[in-house]
T-cell receptor
Framework: ETGVTQTPRHLVMGMTNKKSLKCEQHLGHNAMYWYKQSAKKPLELMFVYNFKEQTENNSVPSRFSPECPNSSHLFLHLHTLQPEDSALYLC??????????????FGPGTRLTVL | LAKTTQPISMDSYEGQEVNITCSHNNIATNDYITWYQQFPSQGPRFIIQGYKTKVTNEVASLFIPADRKSSTLSLPRVSLSDTAVYYCLVGGSNYQLIWGAGTKLIIKP
């Protein structure tokens, strides 16, 4: 148990569906992250939020839309996805934003399959 | 562009010491080196972090040469439960986090 929870754990959706991924951290951290993890590739940082403010969007397609209503919750809204978007989506938090020495705490991920 | 490179996979046996090396030729002056472990159906979990020379904790050691262009994660006396994917992460300065593609470590009885 890392203190970061993600729901759902598994999601299958069609290309025309709209769904949302949820992440919650119970660690009192100020920074939260969305990553995409595809097989045999490095983790891809998608979005970073620091104190609820988005500080980075790594050229992520607009079919992915993040939302951070407070420092403990993070959402990833999905619409009109493509099959190549199928991956494990990981949420992480850290005390501060991408400080060299700050440990990131990861949730278990949501395994997304786009049909 | 900064990049970290690590072996795709490694095999070893229970009780052996395992060393996994990560190459990061373009590491910046203020970057730290961090290693994470990931089991199936879980997110990565912090193992150890260092800046230079040697760092040791209760589960691993991290060796970093003077030029800091590589680092070696050392796992002493591995067991079957150490079978996992190990990631090298370099960064933190200039808001850059560079992850390696991971090394799949398989421990055999």
């Amino acid at each position: 148990e890392t203190g970061v929870t993600q729901t759902p754990r598994h999601l299958v959706m069609g290309m025309t569906n709209k769904k949302s991924l949820k992440c919650e951290q119970h660690l009192g951290h100020n920074a939260m992250y969305w990553y995409k993890q595809s097989a045999k590739k490095p983790l891809e940082l998608m979005f970073v939020y620091n104190f609820k403010e988005q500080t980075e969007n790594n050229s992520v397609p607009s079919r992915f839309s993040p939302e951070c209503p407070n420092s403990s919750h993070l959402f990833l809204h999905l619409h009109t996805l493509q099959p190549e978007d199928s991956a494990l989506y990981l949420c992480a938090s850290s005390l501060k934003e991408r400080v060299s020495t700050d440990t990131q705490y990861f949730g278990p991920g949501t395994r997304l399959t786009v049909l | 562009l900064a990049k970290t490179t690590q072996p795709i996979s490694m095999d070893s046996y229970e009780g052996q010491e395992v060393n996994i090396t990560c190459s990061h030729n373009n590491i910046a002056t203020n970057d730290y080196i961090t290693w994470y472990q990931q089991f199936p159906s879980q997110g990565p979990r912090f193992i150890i972090q260092g800046y230079k020379t040697k760092v040791t904790n209760e589960v691993a050691s991290l060796f970093i040469p003077a030029d800091r262009k590589s680092s070696t994660l050392s796992l002493p006396r591995v067991s079957l439960s150490d079978t996992a994917v190990y990631y090298c992460l370099v960064g933190g300065s200039n808001y850059q986090l560079i992850w390696g593609a991971g090394t799949k470590l398989i421990i055999k009885p």
